[in-house]
């Protein structure tokens, strides 16, 4: 006989990133190896869901077999352990696609930051999903068979691996439609071999499934149990989200959560409503403890599936929450939707925008009851998505204000880099006299706590916020005002305290500006092109100058940023403003011989200041020295 499956088979390499996240399972999960089941019964319902909407459109995918289930099995003399599905199942390419590589952006910059004793920390899973890959925590070989729903039966695909860097691959036959995985299981894995040890995993961790979970039947006979040819549903098998919530335990809206979001660890919070109206529909939504691996990438898939009368339609569907919210996870089941809703109609319709502007609604109510009831659980919050939130005050105008209300801020109230300030906060300790949010931007903390634009702020111990998040310059340019307050940057425009000066204050800066003038022009133009115009500041008490961008300039941070970023940033010159009091414009007054040098120096040191780039820094050091040469003599 010839040995056909040696002519197809074929052994390929696993990606980078599957090793590292075996690697993971291996040796990081093992305390927690019943999630293994969990993950794999999870896949076999999505696999089941999949197949339902397929079928929508092409009945004759379902076979003549409509009724999707899922099976356990097990084989205590093989020692193995079978999870089976009757959902869509999978073709060659895809088998190599799901079980050999992550497709998915960001994959390797995730590994890549892990640090050794990261590695030992299980909760980071949490970031990225456990998935199939979790089988290999209690199986030393994995044996899936798999034939995609409308194939036909000689395109069946069976994968094999032990875990290692390969995993074998070949065609076969296979007569009905679906997935099967064969765990071999390791020699200490005995008590998985028994049918009270999986139900009772399977209802801890997978009750709210929608499919039947399906097992033989045990009795008991002669002292031990005995398999029966009877089937039994193992699992409630009902939508969980469409039981009242008196009806659901915390510890199932958190493991329904795992299924949902692929997540290790427990949600941070959940909201389960019924909305009912012109629209009619059931929102479960998720707020994660921790954020994706890919949570930067606004092109990745959102995490909420779309029912319609509990038939699942389509997953991550991004209609359904907006851009700055891509960190929730949950359902929505809408009864008012037609069961062949695609993506293209979801774009233009009314009721979706509808469920959209619901959600939204529903998300930032939780957030603001956590911020007001649990501050330290939205601290956690904030630490993980805040930056995301923030997008939202550009993107969601319809919100902006209740989208404020959640931010939080360095300031300089503080000593660290923590932000917990918010905009109500801020103006609850203004001083009398006050009538703006002052905030200052720079690339990282420490050069905004240390920006010279701060002095005059903390002689008169008015407080600053100190924003360094590169999407914060981006967000604040939507963002003008809160609550009849207006936020202005302090390296931007004319520093005008108002009340919080007083008159004689004004009258010294005015003074000295119209004594200086001789000397502002004369270093205007020394510096020629450089700067748009040279002023006396009233901001500096420590330091000689500062740059500043005019009003309707663009700040000088942004333009940093968008260069680094490849993107053209609008020509603009500072304004670079001169501390009249200090010793080194003093010096300047005097100075004839190397008076291009010092105007050219004290330009530079305020670019640095303010975090730039010297265009020239060998000439800078050369002039530098030159001087201190020159001082010398």
């Not at 892990?114 to 990225?128: C, E, R, T």
């Not at 499934?209 to 193992?234: F, H, L, N, R």
Request: net charge negative; proline share 2%; hydrophobic share 40%.
């Amino acid at each position: 006989m010839t040995d056909s499956t040696t002519v197809n088979r074929e052994t390929m390499g696993f990606q980078t990133e599957v090793k590292q996240l075996l690697q993971l399972m291996i040796h990081s999960l093992y305390s927690n190896r019943e999630i293994f089941l969990r993950e794999l019964v999870s896949n076999a319902s999505d696999a089941c869901d999949k197949l339902r909407f397929e079928g929508l459109h092409n009945d004759a995918l379902f076979e003549d077999d409509s009724d999707l289930a899922i099976r356990v099995s097990f084989d205590k003399e093989a020692r193995t352990l079978t999870i089976s599905d009757n959902g869509i199942g999978m073709n060659r390419d895809d088998v190599i696609n799901n079980l050999g590589t992550i497709a998915k952006s960001g994959t390797r910059e995730f590994f890549g930051k892990l640090s050794g004793d990261q590695q030992k920390d299980a909760n980071l899973i949490g970031q990225f999903g456990v998935g199939f890959y979790s089988a290999f925590i209690v199986a030393d070989k994995v044996t899936v068979l798999t034939r995609r729903a409308g194939e036909k039966a000689d395109q069946g695909v069976r994968w094999e691996s032990d875990g290692g860097g390969e995993f074998d691959i070949e065609m076969v036959d296979k007569a009905t439609r679906g997935t099967e995985i064969i765990l071999h299981l390791r020699e200490d894995q005995d008590d998985l071999l028994a049918g009270y040890k999986l139900r009772e995993i399977i209802r801890k961790y997978s009750n709210h499934i929608v499919q039947p979970i399906v097992m033989k039947k045990e009795e008991w006979k002669d002292g031990g149990y005995v398999t029966t040819d009877e089937d039994e549903t193992i699992n409630q098998a009902t939508a969980l989200w469409t039981k009242s919530k008196s009806e659901i335990s915390e510890e199932q809206y958190k493991e329904f959560y795992k299924h949902v979001g692929h997540d290790y660890d427990d949600p941070l919070a959940w909201s389960h409503a019924r909305v009912e109206g012109r629209q009619e529909y059931t929102q479960l939504l998720y707020v994660p403890k921790h954020a994706p691996f890919d949570l930067w990438d606004r092109n990745a898939r959102h995490g909420i599936k779309l029912y319609v009368r509990r038939v699942f339609i389509m997953d991550d569907a991004e209609q359904l929450m907006p851009l700055y919210m891509r960190f929730v996870r949950g359902i929505v089941d809408s009864a008012d939707l037609p069961l062949n809703v695609s993506r293209e109609i979801l774009q233009e319709s009314k009721d979706i925008e509808a469920i959209r502007k619901g959600c939204t609604s529903k998300v930032l109510a939780l957030l603001a009851d956590m911020a007001e009831k649990e501050p330290e659980k939205y601290a956690t919050f904030w630490g993980e998505f805040g930056k995301v939130l923030k997008e939202g005050v550009g993107e969601d105008h319809a919100n902006k204000d209740k989208i404020a209300a959640l931010l939080r801020f360095a300031s300089t109230k503080a000593d660290t880099n923590e932000e917990t300030v918010s905009l109500k906060d801020y103006i609850a300790r203004m001083k009398d006299g006050q009538d703006k949010i002052y905030y200052v931007t720079a690339e990282t903390f420490n050069a905004a706590k240390n920006s010279p634009h701060l002095e005059v702020f903390r002689k008169k111990g008015i407080e600053v916020l100190l924003l360094s998040d590169r999407v914060d310059e981006w967000a604040l340019s939507y963002l003008t005002e809160f609550e009849g307050k207006q936020l202005a940057s302090v390296a931007k425009g004319g520093l005008d305290l108002g009340a919080l000066e007083d008159a004689a204050e004004k009258q010294e800066q005015e003074k000295q500006a119209d004594e200086l003038k001789p000397l502002l022009d004369k270093i205007k133009t020394s510096l020629a092109d450089k700067v748009k115009e040279v002023r006396v500041t009233h901001r500096l008490t420590d330091s000689p100058a500062c740059l500043v961008a005019d009003e309707n300039d663009m700040s000088a941070n942004l333009a940093r940023m968008l260069k680094a970023a490849g993107q053209n940033a609008p020509m603009s010159q500072p304004i670079l403003e001169i501390n009249p009091g200090h010793p080194v414009v003093t010096r300047l007054q005097a100075e004839e011989k190397h008076f291009d040098d010092w105007a050219a120096v004290l330009f530079e040191q305020a670019l640095l200041a303010e975090g730039g780039q010297l265009d020239d820094p060998a000439t800078f050091v050369k002039r530098i020295n030159q001087l201190m040469l020159e001082m010398g003599k």
